[in-house]
Each structure stands twice: as structure tokens, then as C-alpha cells.
């Protein structure tokens, strides 16, 4: 897009060439410092922090990583949570992102250039994303030229779905799985392209990559033996679609297999069948085409009634015995989420754990025009112009589109696979369209010069030819870098006179008027998303989301009680306390106040989860007793009724109900609804007012007012004078975001035993229950 | 502790009855006047000691004693000789103050040797300023209290000097801070002035009197103290001093016992929590700059600063209100401009920057001070005002080599009278500050070659691999078709002229210019093609050319009867006007050629775009 409107002198057209490739590289790298720069507003706003909930654990593990190094990283059981289970991180865990940073971090200082791990954390994600846009322009200059591919990183750059991911501090696999993604198609479009066995390698690498990155990678493995189909199917059939495709799926399934995360699923899992099944077919055809070259027409056809028949037999044999596998295993060989994904209603009927994040729901129709904004307009001009003429490259692209369309719509999460196609669908277009405009243009003022010319009857060559080196600059330097030769010296002069001649040939050419109106809008339309890009960017996605702020009338108010309380934790309380809370806060808690927690958000094992849930939906005595079994020393709830944070412990303790009653039946949400909703007013059921969740929020919430209006649920709340007999309150954050409640010890009616056991801590509030831990 | 210090008090009591001291008979203490400011977490006890020798014998030596209890947690002590009295008072020498072994003196005794300035003979005088301050002195009493309860502590003291000299005449005062004093111990001349307590004067007093005295009061101080605290000092040449402070804080008062509550805290208008503490005040150096102040989980974004021409203020605030027992951490750092604090002398440079931390009223029980210097420097050198443990490193920050020395200074029970300045001592040529730079510049400057030679360098393992040269083979090609291109565009151009001269005969009716013209192309036409013809060869026996030549060829076949077909329309529009025939009529002998060279020249240009595209 820069490049077309870029000014460029007529200079000699010897240096045209040099100075389009500098110039192209140039905008490379402009578009790499807009990819980064733009990701910065959250580090400018507010600061340079990690956000919001995955990206701590990834930030822990890299911590971890970088201290006690890869083989200990590998072996790495954690005990700091879900306890008392623990988990194995090292076998759990995708490693790419962590492997990046380390590795980020490890050479810089190994150069003395000091960099802490959380800076290099923070920064990975806007470096993959100006990565990622130049991975873009790769696989675009593969498909429609780098005209296209210039403009396509010119829009992923600022694409906000890429945005939201990958803002400076959201330090999540996404960050580098996307760039991995683009890169993988890249050098498999560049592979069937070129049909060279080095790319075919390189692409099972970046594939390798990918599936260290994130579980995403399964869009791959299943997109790319489907491109395999389909060139089959439609006749495309080549040595390089086979080049292309089979040591991808033999090299690539061997490095899958190496990461622990995966390990045999790679062969035993139904995601992966597609590529098997691909595989299989492709060799069948390169087989017939191998006989079909040997043979003569008569011997093929007697050979090929002979093979099908055989064929038939033994494809049926295998299939037979690949439904009876896949049969075998509960889920039919599906993991929950890929099931969700083919079956949107999947989640919500089996699995709560997958339907309660949020990022999983489908997404609602203006998140589609707040994540690709005008994109969503300019997709179907894309994929036309990917039609004319449809290329292998092309196909793949088109189907890339359709593919991440339709998993967008399933889950919200996966616009980010969407927002990739659509930006190489849009830079296409633009490309395309600015070409034919420009080349109107272009050829309406050339031809009214050489009518003038031409009636006058004179040799109108030298002006000619100023006249086409003027107009066609933009059409220029777009066309001309696509061809891969370098020597284009000795080529300039002759497609000077040819250029006239080759507008005639072309059927668009549109009149003078319409093509510069069309222009303008195009480029206001770009201005419109540029401008978009830039606030979403700037307001929508940079909150790191552990920093709350809000701007009244005396100023910006900053809410930073999250930290406040973790903080508080970490120094206030024994280094092997455990802290219950749900799931959502178990990241943070073991990141920031390094302290054991129950569950956390892997969300690996949902019995333990439920067993939280449980607990927090059971009154207080009850509650108590779960909480000790687990030996829970305090527990820490999220409450936003004083100040209005609406994602607070209250409203997702639908749940925490769900969850727990999935589990344990003697929860049951009926019991908890009141019309069919959670309500905490007066009107609330009894079971919800006395259970846990609700006293350790509203906890003298009523002295707060007198009246216990809860801002968040914009009603005043049902039980209003309480106390707690089995909980004590020690610690509530600034704005009452968090509070943490420590469990009263078991013998606390026997009060001079407890004030014995208490003196002989050297600190009185944090002192050890006298009950044995049962797990050491 | 409390136990303890009884116990210390019962065994001095004990000694001092004991005790003959004949050894330091000979000075009398003629004036002894003693204040306490207990109004900080640190007692500050400054005394004003009239000494007089009424012996024969001229002394150089004076011993100051403390009770044990107090001299273990003595974290200062400086003992000045002064001159006047009043206003007019002025120090004139900081006399060394060395730890003694106590000479038949009891263990509970601490006991310290001052040397005087010059031996103070019979029947002189002289005036000691001594200030000293203790840290730990004011125990809490309840030692755990809960959140709304005052915070109350317990000072222990002697109403009289515990000297080994007579006493001839002592008073005390202590200051108390403006609150509420439970109790104290009334002698007699004991007087309560406001928030000043007065005991004394008493006059003659022997040698080691002692009367114990308690005072329990309360106090509204943060009782604040650094656990450790690492400050890093780097010095940078560029013209920057960058601090970073990295404090382990803990309120080491009365402890809280029960809840916590929020509620309570915030309360108006009586909130309860008077016994925690919020913020912590610290006054930098003017004209700091960059100043940040976090902790390992990011900024906390609760501070104030304020600054002016004489000082920053720095109101910090921890992330949560600091109650008894309760531990922080947070780290400030802040920039200085290097004209304040590097001199120049006698060929050496020294930094000249102050010892303790900026935080006033903190006690730091471990303080670490690492003092980094430049890359390069040579003969370090320190000089402090006190003892301090020192020891040197190295450090590795940015794109170091050899790494820069630190020097670093270790110091427990650290009080703010401590903060008074430091001097490091260091060689440095200005020449190493090119390092780095010249460093990176060379880095760059290698990348950019090796690019470079990379890009114009063949680096292919086996020159004589089928594909290498199928590839060089390929390259001639394309040079080749190039050329081949060229010259058709050549002929091209030529043929243009020729229309164009046509044009210029229909016009001018000129015919010797066009057959000039004509010839001129002519022999043109005939070089291109002698050109064309070992390029042509050359496609043909290359073998990687071999679906290419069939088109070149057809190529030049039909750029060949274009040519033929253009001087045939030339010579016939030529010959039209030789005979004076009409324009129309030579238009029409010619249409049918025509036709066919503007088909002919389609033909050729859809060929030529067809080579293009290889």
C-alpha cells in the first residue's frame, strides 16, 4: 500500500530497480516498527508488566527456565500447585514461547546486555508480531506478488484480533504461534511453489516450531493435507505438491512426537488423521502418475481397473480398521476443545471447565468488525482476485479464508486465526485494486497525450515514453519486484514501448473520474482502519487487566489492589501457606505472591476444581472442613461491590456452582436460583446467602454504607449482619478488589492451647496450625 | 529482651556497689548535661561533658560507658570537641572514639575510649559534644497489640550519668513525643514539662551512680526498619549517577494480633490502625531525574514527589499500610547528574555521594553499599567517616568486556546520623569511554561486510554438482534471452523509424530522406541480425534452453518477415510516390500489408511478453 503511494522520482530506469528493492525493504521495515510501536500503548499507558492471567504461568516457567536451565526445565514438577496433586510442567506445557524467551534472554546476557527476564517477556510478543508481519508479506509475495504481499503486512501489522494478543506484556503462546502459523504456510506455499526439497525441510522446522508454540497447531496439520486434497481433487497433481507434502508430514509427525506435550498423540490422535489419510492418497496418486508415465494409454487403463480393484479391498481393510481405533477411545480421539470446535454445542452440554472461559464462546457479530474491522468488506474482493487466475498458492489462500471462517464463528479465541487470512485476503484485494486504478489512470492520461500526439503525426517515442515512465511508477515498483530476476537492466527499455499495448489488452480499464474517486476511497477506507487500528490498540486492548484505571473528574484513578494483595501474601505469610481461590487467580497468585495454590488456570484436573467449587458454595462450616482437608491456610476471594469491577468472584460463581454440582450432586444450582437467576438480595435463596462465597464477599460490606448496596449488582444485599465463626479477615485490599480470609485453626474454642501454639511462632498472625500437613 | 535488660540492670547495680575504681579518679566531670530524643524510633542521646582533670597527672585518654543493654544496640556514636557555650558553641575536632576492653569493669559495662585532642593537663578544661543513638531501645509494651490499640513503647535509662568519673553536676532531659505518656519514674527533680521530661540536676554524684529509670509512652513514629538494604551506585561518565535501592522493609513494633480489617482502617472518623504506618518519606539529592519506584511485581503507583532547587522529595507509599510485624519490599531508583557528585584531585577522580539511604527516619540493620564504577578504572581507593567492611567485585552490565569494578561497603545497624558522605577514589582515562561505542560501531560495521561478501561470494560446496551448473547454464540463458530481447527491440525501434519516416515522406512528400532513412535501417537491420545469429546458436545447442528456443526462434522467424514485410509496404509506398501516385491509392495497394504487420507485430510483442515472463 506504501509502496503504491509512495512518490518515486523517474529517475534512470537502471536505478529503478535497486531503488524499488530498497525502497521495499525499506517499508519492510517501517511496517516492522509499526508492528512493534503500535503494541507499545500498553507499556506507555500504563506500564511494563505482564497482563492479565496465562501470561504469568508463562512468565513463571520462563523465570524458572532461565535460573535452573532446559533439563531441569524438562523435569520441572511443580508443587506449588494444585496441590497436593502438583503438576509435571515440563510434560505439560507447550514450550515454544518459554524456549523463545529463554533463549532471547540467554543471549543478551551472554553479550552483557542486562535484560531481565520480565523485560524480555514483555517485549517478545510485539517482536513476533512485527515477525509475524514480515512472514506475512512472504506467503502474500508467494501467492499475488509483493505488491500484495506489502500491503497484507501492512494490515496484519495493525490488525487489532492480532492486537489483543499480543500487546506488549500479553505474554501468551499466541504471541509466537501466529507468527509460527504464517511462517509454516509461508514456506509451504513457497515449497509447492518452487518444488525444492530445502524449503520442504525448512517447512516440517517451522512446523516443529509451530507445535511447540501452541495446541493451534492442529489447524495446520488439518489444513494443509485438505490444500493436499483438494489440488488432487481438482487435477493439480505435481511432484511439488508431493515435495510439498510428504516429508512435511513424515519429518513434521517425528519433531511433533519430541514434544513432551504431545508425544504419541501425534500419531494416536483423531486431529491428526486427516494428514495420514491425506498421506496415503497422495502416494496412491503419485503412484498412478508414475505408472501412467510408463505406460501406454492401453496398458494404463488395463493396469488401472486392476489397482482399483486391489486398491478398494485394501483402503476399505484400513479404513475399517482406523473407525475401530478411533472408536475405541471415549471421546471418538477428539479432545474437548477440538470437539467444540466441530461441534459449537459440544462444550456448553459436556464440559463447563471449557465453556466458562470466556474466550471460548462464540463470538457476537461487532467483535468482527472490532477485531478486522474493514477487512470483513474486503475479504470477498480477495478471494476473487484470488480466482483470476486460481493458482495452487491461490486455492491454498481461498481455502485458509473459508477454514478460519467458519472456527472464528465456533470460538471467539480463534478470530486470531481468522485475522492472518483476512489480512492476506485484503492485501490482495487492495493490490489488486490499486493496480487496476492506478493502471486506468495511467493509461487514460497516457492515451490523451498520445491521441494529441498522434493527430500531429510526429515522433512522439521520447515523450511517449516520459509520459508511461510517470504514470506507471506505482504499477512499476509493485510488478516488477514480484519477478524473481535480477537482472532487469538490459529489460527496462523494452517494456517501455510494450507497456501501451498491454493496457490495451486489458479489459478493466475504467474511466479517468471513476478511478481516482475509487482511489480516494480506497485510501480512505485504509485511513478509516489505520485509524481504528490505532485506537483499538491504544484503548481496547492495552489494559493489562491487574491494573484497573479509571478517569473521573479529579483525574485518573488507578485500582492496583490485585498486586496489593499479592504482595501482601508474599511477604506477610509462611513461603508454604496455601491460598484457595478460583481457578482464574491461580496463575497469578504462584507468579506474583509465590504461593501454593489449589487450582490454577491450566484447569487440568476438574474434580479438583469442582472440589473448590464446592467449597465455596457450601456454608461456612462445611466449606471449612473441605478447605482444611486441603490444608488451605487462607483463602482469597475477588470482590467488586464496592467500587463496581464486574468481573468479580459473585458473578462467576455460576461457575463455581456448575462446576462443583457437575462433580459433587449434593450442590445443586436449582438450589442457588432464584427465577432462574443468581440473585444476593433480599430475595436471594437461603443457600446462597449462607454459602461461602457470598459471606467472605459481603463481609461487614454493610458498615461500609449502611445499607450494603453492591455496585455491581446494582442492589442492596439479602443478609446483611453477619460473622464469620470459622474464617477470620486479614488482609482487604485498598478498594476491597481482594480479600483474604485465613482459616481460624481447628481447636480455636480450647483458647488457651491456641494462645499457646501461637506464641511460639515468631509471628503471631501467621502462625502454623498445629494440625499436621497430611501431604508431607 | 525485656527480661534480659532487667537482669543486665540487677548485675550493674550489683557491680557498681562492688566496685573501687581508682583508675580514673583523676578526671572530674564537672557538668554533665544529657538529652533524649526518643520522639523517632531512635534514641538519640546527646550529652554536653564538662571535663576537668583535678589529678596531678596530664590525661589523654577519657572513657564514655554505657549500661550493656544500651551499648549492644548502639548503632552510632561520635564524641566532638567543642569550644564556647551557648549559640556561640562551635566543634572544632572530631576526636577517634575505639571500643575498650573493660579494665576491671564488670561485663555489663560497654565501655569506649575516646583520645583526646591534646593531654589535658592539671586544672584544665575541656567540652565534649557526644552524640550517640540507639537503635532497638524503645521496646514495645504490650509487644502485640491489635488493630485500634495505641502503640505504646518503653524507654530504659539511668537518671544519673553512669560515668567512671565523679559527677559534679548532671541534669537529664528527655523529649518525648507529643502523646500520651502512660508512666514514668518519678524521682525526685523529676519534672514533666509538656512532652519534655526533666530529671535533675543533681549534683555530686559518685562515681558509677546509677538509678534506674522507666518511661513508657506513646509514640506515633514509624518504627521503620531496612532488614537489608543493597544500594547500587553506578557511575556512568556519560553524565549520569544511577541509584537503585532495593529495601526489605519491616514495621518492627508492636506486633498485630486479629484481624485486619479495611473497614476499620478506613474509617472516618476515627480510623483505626494508628499504630501502622503509610508512608515513608525520602529526600533525595536536587535534581534527580528518572526517578521509579517498584517492586518485583511492577510499578506501585502510590508516590508523591515534589521537588525544588534544594531538594526532591519522595513520598512513597508501600503497596499496603505497614503494620506491626508486616514485611515489604519495593525498589526506587533515581538518576543524578554526574557534576554533583564526581571531582577531580590530584590526578584522581572521586565520587563524593552520601552513605546511608535517602528515607528519612529508617533504621537499616543490613546496609550494602555497591559503588560501581566505569569500565577502566584502576587504584580504587575509599574513604568513609566510619568503619565499614569493604570488599570489591566485578560487575558485567552493558556489552562489558573486562567488566567494571564495584566496590562494595558492608555496615550493620545503620541510623541516619550515618548518612553523612562517602569519597571513592579512582583512576580513569576518558579514552575507555569510546570503548563501547567503537565496540558496536565495529560489530556493525563486520555484519554489514559479511552481508556483503555474502551476497556478491559464490558459495556453493561442489562447483561441479549437476544442479550448480545447470544453474550457471540457466543464468547464460537468461543473460542470453536478454540480449536476444534487446535486439528485437532493436529492430523493433528500427521498424518504428522506418513507419515514422513513412509518415514524414506522407507529410513532407521528401523521398530522398526516406530512402536515406531506408538505407540507414537497412544496414542496421542486417548488423542486428549478424548480432542475433550466435545468440540464436547458443539457445539452441544449450540443452537447459531447450523449451525456450522453439519461441525464440519463432521469434526471430517472424521478426524476420515483419522486417520483410516492412521494407516490401516501404519500397511499394516509396515507389507509389516516385510514380506521384495518389495518398489513396498507395493507402490501398498497402492495407493488406499493413494488416498484416500490425498482426505480425501483435504476434511479436505477445512472444516477447511470453520470454518476459521466464
Redesign the interface.
Known amino acids: 500500500m506504501a509502496a503504491l503511494e509512495s512518490p518515486q522520482p523517474a529517475t534512470a530506469t537502471a536505478m529503478r530497480h535497486a531503488f524499488g528493492n530498497v525502497l521495499s525493504v525499506l517499508i519492510l521495515v517501517l511496517i516492522g516498527v509499526l508492528a512493534f510501536s503500535i503494541r507499545l500503548f500498553s507499556v506507555i499507558k500504563y506500564?511494563?508488566?505482564i497482563h492479565e492471567f496465562d501470561p504469568y504461568f508463562n512468565y513463571r516457567v520462563t523465570q524458572f527456565l532461565s535460573k535452573n536451565g532446559i533439563y531441569e526445565f524438562w523435569n520441572w514438577f511443580d508443587d506449588r500447585t494444585w496441590y497436593p496433586l502438583g503438576r509435571v510442567i515440563g510434560g505439560t506445557v507447550y514450550p515454544g514461547l518459554t524456549l523463545t524467551a529463554g533463549t532471547i534472554w540467554w543471549v543478551l546476557n551472554s553479550?552483557?546486555?542486562?535484560l531481565s527476564v520480565e523485560t524480555v517477556c514483555v517485549f517478545t510478543a510485539p517482536v513476533f508480531s512485527a515477525f509475524a508481519s514480515w512472514a506475512t508479506y512472504l506467503l502474500t509475495k508467494e501467492v499475488k506478488g509483493s505488491g500484495a504481499g506489502l500491503a497484507a503486512a501492512a494490515l496484519l501489522a495493525m490488525v487489532p484480533s492480532y492486537i489483543s494478543r499480543s500487546v506488549a506484556g500479553s505474554y501468551d503462546n499466541e504471541a509466537v504461534a501466529i507468527f509460527a502459523l504464517i511462517f509454516t504456510f509461508y514456506l509451504y506455499i513457497k515449497t509447492l511453489n518452487t518444488g525444492s526439497l530445502f524449503y520442504a525441510t525448512l517447512n516440517a522446522l517451522a512446523y516443529f516450531y509451530m507445535v511447540c508454540s501452541w495446541g493451534g497447531y492442529t489447524f495446520i496439520i488439518n489444513l494443509i493435507p485438505m490444500h493436499v486434497l483438494l489440488c488432487i481433487v481438482t487435477g493439480r497433481y505435481s511432484p511439488r505438491l508431493y515435495i510439498a507434502y510428504a516429508p512435511l508430514v513424515v519429518l513434521g509427525t517425528l519433531l511433533a512426537a519430541l514434544v513432551p506435550v504431545v508425544g504419541f498423540n501425534a500419531v494416536l490422535t483423531s486431529e491428526h488423521f486427516a494428514s495420514f489419510l491425506v498421506f496415503i492418497i497422495i502416494h496412491v496418486v503419485a503412484l498412478v502418475y508414475y505408472i501412467k508415465g510408463i505406460l501406454t494409454p492401453k496398458m494404463f487403463k488395463v493396469a488401472v481397473t486392476l489397482v482399483v480393484s486391489i486398491g478398494m479391498v485394501v483402503c476399505l481393510i484400513v479404513v475399517a480398521i482406523l473407525v475401530a481405533l478411533v472408536a475405541s477411545s471415549p471421546t471418538g480421539g477428539w479432545s474437548g476443545r477440538s470437539l467444540s470446535l466441530l461441534d459449537p454445542t459440544y462444550a456448553s452440554k459436556y464440559i463447563p471447565i471449557i465453556a466458562s472461559v470466556s474466550e471460548h464462546q462464540p463470538p457476537t457479530w461487532p467483535s468482527y468488525f472490532m477485531d478486522i474491522n474493514v477487512l470483513a468488506f474486503l475479504v470477498p474482493a480477495g478471494i476473487i482476485a484470488c480466482f483470476s487466475p486460481l493458482s495452487d498458492s491461490s486455492s491454498f489462500v481461498v481455502l485458509y479464508i473459508v477454514m478460519s471462517v467458519y472456527f472464528s464463528g465456533v470460538m471467539v479465541r480463534l478470530m486470531l486465526v481468522l485475522a492472518p487470512a483476512a489480512c492476506i485476503m485484503s492485501g490482495i484485494a487492495l493490490s489488486q485494486a490499486f493496480d487496476v486504478f492506478t493502471g486506468s489512470i495511467k493509461y487514460q492520461l497516457g492515451g490523451s497525450s498520445n491521441s494529441a500526439d498522434d493527430a500531429e503525426?510526429t515522433?512522439n517515442?521520447p515523450k511517449d515514453d516520459a509520459a508511461a515512465g510517470k504514470t506507471d511508477k506505482g504499477e512499476e515498483t509493485v510488478k516488477e519486484r514480484s519477478s524473481k530476476?535480477g537482472?532487469k537492466k538490459?529489460?527496462e527499455?523494452?517494456?517501455k514501448?510494450?507497456i501501451k499495448?498491454?493496457i490495451k489488452k486489458k479489459a478493466l480499464v475504467l474511466p479517468l473520474e471513476a478511478s481516482i474517486v475509487a482511489l480516494l476511497l480506497l485510501i480512505m477506507l485504509g485511513a478509516f482502519y489505520v485509524i481504528h487500528c490505532v485506537w483499538a490498540a491504544a484503548e481496547a486492548y492495552s489494559a493489562p487487566s491487574?491494573?484497573l484505571t479509571s478517569q473521573s473528574r479529579d483525574g485518573l484513578h488507578?485500582f492496583?489492589d490485585f498486586?496489593?494483595?499479592?504482595?501482601?501474601l508474599?511477604?506477610?505469610t509462611d513461603v508454604d501457606d496455601k491460598v484457595a481461590s478460583w481457578w482464574d487467580y491461580g496463575y497469578q497468585t504462584t507468579a506474583?505472591a509465590n504461593r501454593t495454590v489449589i487450582v490454577d488456570n491450566n484447569t487440568w484436573n476438574n474434580t479438583h476444581i469442582a472440589t473448590v467449587g464446592t467449597a465455596m458454595s457450601s456454608p461456612e462450616k462445611a466449606a471449612w472442613e473441605i478447605f482444611n482437608s486441603l490444608d488451605v491456610k487462607y483463602v482469597l476471594v475477588v470482590f467488586g461491590g464496592l467500587i463496581g469491577y464486574p468481573s468479580d468472584d459473585i458473578n462467576k460463581f455460576l461457575w463455581m456452582v456448575r462446576i462443583g454440582g457437575g462433580v459433587f450432586p449434593h450442590i445443586k444450582e436449582a438450589d442457588y436460583l432464584r427465577d432462574g437467576q443468581y440473585r444476593i438480595d433480599s430475595e436471594a435463596t437461603p443457600t446462597m446467602l449462607n454459602c461461602l462465597m457470598y459471606k467472605l464477599s459481603y463481609y461487614?460490606f454493610v458498615?461500609?454504607d449502611g445499607k450494603g448496596y453492591d455496585r455491581v449488582r446494582r442492589t442492596e444485599i439479602g443478609k446483611k449482619n453477619f460473622k464469620l465463626t470459622h474464617f477470620?479477615?486479614?488482609?482487604?485490599?485498598?478498594h476491597?478488589m481482594v480479600r483474604i480470609y485465613k482459616l481460624k485453626p481447628a481447636r480455636n474454642r480450647i483458647r488457651g492451647k491456641a494462645k499457646k501454639l501461637k506464641s511460639k511462632t515468631s509471628?503471631?498472625?501467621s502462625s502454623k496450625s498445629a494440625k499436621k500437613n497430611p501431604w508431607i | 529482651m525485656k527480661q534480659s535488660s532487667v537482669v543486665d540492670l540487677l548485675l550493674l547495680l550489683l557491680a557498681i556497689a562492688v566496685l573501687a575504681t581508682p583508675a580514673f579518679s583523676d578526671l572530674v566531670l564537672s557538668k554533665v548535661e544529657r538529652r533524649i530524643d526518643v520522639t523517632s524510633q531512635v534514641a538519640r542521646v546527646t550529652k554536653t561533658l564538662k571535663v576537668l582533670n583535678s589529678g596531678s597527672e596530664s590525661v589523654s585518654e577519657f572513657t564514655l560507658t554505657f549500661p550493656k543493654f544500651l551499648g549492644n544496640n548502639l548503632a552510632y556514636l561520635s564524641v566532638v570537641h567543642s569550644e564556647g557555650k551557648g549559640k556561640s558553641k562551635r566543634p572544632l575536632a572530631n576526636l577517634s572514639v575505639r571500643e575498650a576492653n573493660a579494665k576491671g569493669l564488670p561485663d555489663s559495662i560497654s565501655v569506649y575510649s575516646v583520645s583526646l585532642p591534646k593531654a589535658l593537663s592539671k586544672g584544665e578544661t575541656l567540652t565534649l559534644e557526644v552524640v550517640a543513638a540507639f537503635t532497638n531501645v524503645l521496646q514495645p509494651f504490650p509487644e502485640?497489640i491489635t488493630q485500634g490499640e495505641i502503640h505504646l513503647v518503653m524507654l530504659q535509662e539511668s537518671a544519673q550519668y553512669l560515668s567512671p568519673y565523679a559527677v559534679e553536676s548532671q541534669s537529664l532531659s528527655i523529649k518525648l513525643p507529643n502523646a500520651r505518656i502512660e508512666s514514668y519514674t518519678k524521682l525526685e527533680n523529676t519534672k514533666l514539662q509538656g512532652s519534655d521530661l526533666k530529671y535533675g540536676p543533681y549534683k555530686n554524684l559518685q562515681p558509677f551512680s546509677y538509678s534506674p529509670i522507666v518511661v513508657h509512652f506513646e509514640s506515633k513514629a514509624a518504627f521503620a526498619v531496612a532488614e537489608k538494604l543493597v544500594r547500587e551506585i553506578e557511575v556512568s561518565h556519560w553524565g549520569n549517577v544511577q541509584v537503585t535501592e532495593h529495601y526489605n522493609v519491616v514495621h518492627r513494633g508492636a506486633?498485630?494480633?486479629?484481624?485486619?480489617?479495611?473497614?476499620d482502617f478506613q474509617a472516618r472518623p476515627n480510623p483505626r490502625g494508628a499504630s501502622a504506618f503509610r508512608h515513608l518519606l525520602a529526600r533525595l539529592p536536587p535534581r534527580a531525574h528518572s526517578i521509579y519506584y517498584r517492586?518485583?511485581?511492577?510499578?506501585?503507583?502510590?508516590s508523591e514527589m515534589q521537588s525544588d532547587s534544594k531538594k526532591t522529595e519522595l513520598l512513597i507509599e508501600p503497596?499496603?499500610p505497614l503494620f506491626g510485624?508486616?514485611?515489604?519490599?519495593f525498589t526506587i531508583g533515581y538518576g543524578l547528574p554526574l557534576s554533583d557528585f564526581l571531582f577531580a584531585s590530584e590526578g584522581k577522580r572521586f565520587v563524593n555521594i552520601s552513605f546511608g539511604s535517602p528515607i528519612i527516619d529508617l533504621v537499616t540493620e543490613k546496609l550494602i553499599v555497591q559503588i560501581v564504577l566505569p569500565e577502566g578504572s584502576k587504584d580504587i581507593s575509599v574513604t568513609t567517616p566510619f568503619t565499614v567492611k569493604q570488599s570489591q567485585e566485578i560487575k558485567?552490565?552493558?556489552?562489558?568486556?573486562a567488566g567494571r569494578p564495584v566496590v562494595v561497603l558492608e555496615k550493620d545497624n545503620v541510623v541516619p546520623d550515618h548518612n553523612q558522605h562517602i569519597q571513592v577514589y579512582y583512576k580513569f582515562s576518558n579514552i575507555n569511554l569510546l570503548s563501547e561505542p567503537l565496540m558496536l560501531i565495529s560489530g556493525f560495521f563486520v555484519l554489514f561486510i559479511t552481508c556483503i561478501i555474502y551476497t556478491r561470494a559464490d558459495f556453493s560446496i561442489s562447483k561441479s554438482s549437476p544442479t550448480y551448473l545447470a544453474k550457471l547454464q540457466w543464468d547464460e540463458v537468461?543473460?542470453t534471452l536478454?540480449?536476444v530481447?534487446?535486439i528485437i527491440?532493436k529492430c523493433?525501434?528500427a521498424h518504428?523509424k522506418l513507419e515514422?519516416s513513412l509518415?514524414d515522406l506522407s507529410?513532407t512528400g521528401d523521398i530522398q530522406t526516406c530512402k536515406a532513412a531506408r538505407k540507414s535501417t537497412d544496414s542496421l537491420l542486417k548488423d542486428l541480425s549478424k548480432d542475433l545469429k550466435p545468440l540464436l546458436g547458443f539457445l539452441q545447442s544449450s540443452p537447459s534452453a531447450s523449451h525456450i528456443s522453439p519461441k525464440v526462434e519463432e521469434l526471430v522467424v517472424k521478426e524476420k518477415e515483419l522486417q520483410e514485410k516492412l521494407m516490401a509496404k516501404h519500397t511499394t509506398v516509396v515507389e507509389g510516390y516516385e510514380k506521384k501516385s495518389s495518398g489513396r491509392d498507395i493507402e490501398n495497394r498497402i492495407a493488406s500489408q499493413q494488416q498484416k504487420i500490425i498482426a505480425l507485430r501483435?504476434e511479436i510483442?505477445d512472444l516477447?511478453?511470453f520470454i518476459?515472463e521466464i
Open positions: 506500564e511494563s508488566v553479550l552483557n546486555i542486562p503525426d515522433n517515442a530476476k537482472k538490459e529489460r527499455p523494452v517494456e514501448p510494450s499495448s498491454k491487574i491494573v488507578v492496583d498486586r496489593e494483595s499479592y504482595a501482601w508474599s511477604h506477610n506474583m461487614r458498615e461500609t477470620e479477615e486479614v488482609f482487604t485490599s485498598h476491597w509471628s503471631g498472625w | 502485640k506486633q498485630l494480633k486479629g484481624e485486619f480489617s479495611r473497614l517492586d518485583d511485581i511492577g510499578n506501585i503507583s502510590t503497596r499496603f510485624g508486616w514485611k515489604t519490599f558485567y552490565s552493558h556489552l562489558d568486556i537468461l543473460a536478454q540480449e530481447q534487446s527491440q523493433l525501434a518504428d515514422a509518415r507529410r501483435q510483442e516477447l511478453e518476459d
